[in-house]
C-alpha cells in the first residue's frame, strides 16, 4: 500500500470502529470506489492495536478502578460497582467468543463479508438503533448496570459479528432499549470492545505469525499511529456530544451508506 492508502484505511478504521456506523461497510467502500486491494492481515493487526491504544488510553483511570476493585475482591475486600463492572465485561464478552469460534469452524465469517449482506445489516440496524434512541426512556446511569443487562449487551455484541451491523451500534442499541442514558450506553460499549479487540487482535496476530508474506513495518507503523490518533479523537468528541446531539445523525448516516452499498451490490 502507498502512504496515502495506508493513512485513508488506518482513518476509516480509527473512526468507525467506535461511531455506531460499520466499520466494515466503510472498509469495502475504497475497493468499490477506487479498486485498491485488500490491505492485508498485517495491517489489520496493526489498527487493531492502534485502537485498542487509544480506547485504554482515553479509560486508563475507570480501568485501573475496575482491575484495583476487581483484584480486591478476591483479597475479602469487598465488593464494589467498579468490582461488579469487571465481572460483567468478562463474562458479557463470552458470547461474542462462542458464536465467533462457531462461525470461524463453519467458515461462515468470510462468506458473510459480501456487499449485500453489509448493505442489509447497515439498514436493518441502523433503524433498530434509531427506534432505540427515540423510544428509550434514558434515564439509568452506568453505576446502576445489573448482570441481566450487561448478558443482554453481551449477546447483542455477537451479533455484530454479521458484517455491517457495527459492534458500537449494536451494543448502543440494546443499552438504550433497557432504559440506559446515552453517555452511559456508549461508555459500556467502549468499555466492552476493549476485550473484543484483544481477542480478534490476538487471533489476527496469531494468522500473522503463520504467514509468510513479508511485512512493510514503516507502513505498519503509520497505520498504527493514524488509526488510534482517530479513534481516540472520535471517543472524546463521541461522549463530549452524544447527549447533546443524539444518535438519529448517525442513523441518517447508515441509511445513505446502505442505499450506496445497495446500489454497488445489484448494480
Not at 492485508?40 to 485501573?64: E, N, P, Q, R, S
Not at 428509550?136 to 446502576?144: A, C
Request: proline share 3%; net charge positive.
Amino acid at each position: 500500500m502507498d502512504t496515502l492508502q495506508t493513512i485513508v484505511l488506518a482513518l476509516i478504521q480509527g473512526i468507525t470502529e467506535f461511531l455506531p456506523i460499520s466499520s466494515s461497510g466503510h472498509l469495502i467502500l475504497p475497493a468499490q470506489l477506487l479498486g485498491w486491494m485488500d490491505q492485508g492481515l498485517a495491517f489489520d493487526v496493526a489498527v487493531h492495536m492502534g485502537t485498542l491504544a487509544a480506547v485504554i488510553a482515553y479509560f486508563w483511570k475507570d480501568l485501573f478502578a475496575i482491575a484495583r476493585d476487581w483484584l480486591g475482591s478476591f483479597i475479602g475486600k469487598g465488593s464494589t460497582f467498579n468490582s461488579r463492572l469487571g465481572w460483567y465485561l468478562i463474562f458479557a464478552t463470552l458470547p461474542a467468543v462462542v458464536f465467533g469460534l462457531a462461525l470461524k469452524m463453519m467458515g461462515l465469517d468470510e462468506a458473510m463479508r459480501t456487499v449485500a449482506v453489509i448493505s442489509g445489516t447497515t439498514l436493518i440496524f441502523g433503524v433498530l438503533l434509531g427506534w432505540a434512541d427515540l423510544k428509550g426512556k434514558r434515564v439509568q446511569p452506568l453505576e446502576q448496570t445489573t448482570f441481566r443487562q450487561a448478558m443482554f449487551i453481551g449477546f447483542a455484541q455477537a451479533v455484530a459479528l454479521i458484517p455491517g451491523t457495527s459492534r458500537s451500534g449494536i451494543t448502543m442499541t440494546a443499552a438504550l432499549m433497557m432504559g440506559f442514558t446515552r453517555d452511559a450506553a456508549a461508555r459500556f460499549s467502549f468499555l466492552l470492545s476493549i476485550p473484543v479487540i484483544i481477542g480478534a487482535g490476538s487471533l489476527l496476530m496469531l494468522d500473522l505469525v503463520k504467514s509468510t508474506v513479508p511485512v512493510d513495518w514503516g507502513t505498519l507503523a503509520v497505520g498504527t499511529l493514524v488509526s488510534a490518533v482517530s479513534a481516540w479523537i472520535c471517543v472524546y468528541y463521541f461522549l463530549a456530544f452524544i447527549n447533546r446531539i443524539g444518535l438519529m445523525p448517525f442513523v441518517i448516516y447508515r441509511m445513505v451508506l446502505g442505499v450506496v452499498l445497495l446500489w454497488f451490490a445489484f448494480a
